[in-house]
């Protein structure tokens, strides 16, 4: 006969490995107002699969912090990712010599200190302007997938592909080259974090504690990242 003397070990718990699938149609997600407006420093960031690469000079947001004068870490097929900011004492730009590819999944970070932006893709340093980074008018709508306009209404420069693991820090994270985590975990500089685990439903939740819980509209989930 058998005898059973004791139970395996228990598998640790497996974290859930979605993103968001933007169609580059309508899809948009809307979150509340998170980032800062002084000129302090900030940090957006966020992984990112395009889905589409067209060559024309077209613009696909990322991560968008208000309407056309506003902030924007964004993606222009065929040529560069860029992050802009539009503030009063003029526009600060970085681009970055690295072509997206689709299908190629990348971590984009822009890094403010207040005197300097700089832009990475996958940990280096792409490109670097001076300027504080402040937008020029109050940030009222933070989005991800497109931007809406000043007006508030309707969308453009609709992303096509996928975007997980976004976070918008009230500190300038990086200023020099780094290794990107495979997860970011909140901290006392975290304002929205922002997994993309969820697999379901039309709420997007901020993992940060700060309750900045997202909506989703027209998006769905795509499995196996993280």
Not at 97 to 123: E, F, N, W
Not at 188 to 193: E, K, Y
Request: charged share 20%; with cysteine.
């Amino acid at each position: 006969t058998w005898e059973r003397v004791g139970a395996g070990p228990t598998a640790a718990p497996t974290v859930p490995d979605y993103a968001l699938k933007f169609d580059g149609v309508a899809g948009i997600a809307t979150l509340p107002t998170v980032l800062r407006n002084d000129g302090g420093p900030y940090t957006v960031e966020a992984y990112v699969t395009p889905g589409r690469v067209t060559g024309r000079g077209e613009t696909q947001s990322v991560v968008s912090m208000g309407g056309t004068s506003k902030m924007h870490l964004q993606m222009h097929s065929g040529t560069w990712y860029q992050f802009s900011a539009y503030g009063a004492n003029g526009s600060v730009s970085t681009n970055s010599p690295d072509s997206p590819l689709v299908g190629r999944r990348v971590h984009l970070a822009a890094a403010c200190d207040g005197k300097t932006v700089r832009l990475y893709v996958d940990g280096k340093c792409k490109k670097y302007s001076a300027g504080d980074g402040k937008s020029q008018t109050a940030v009222p709508t933070t989005t991800v997938g497109g931007r809406r306009g000043d007006g508030e209404a309707g969308v453009a420069d609709l992303f096509l592909g996928l975007v997980d693991e976004v976070r918008i820090s009230k500190a300038c994270r990086y200023d020099a080259d780094f290794t990107p985590a495979d997860r970011f975990a909140p901290d006392a500089d975290t304002v929205a974090l922002y997994h993309c685990d969820e697999g379901a439903g039309t709420v997007l939740t901020d993992s940060s504690g700060n309750g900045h819980h997202g909506t989703l509209t027209g998006v769905t989930w795509e499995r196996g990242y993280d």
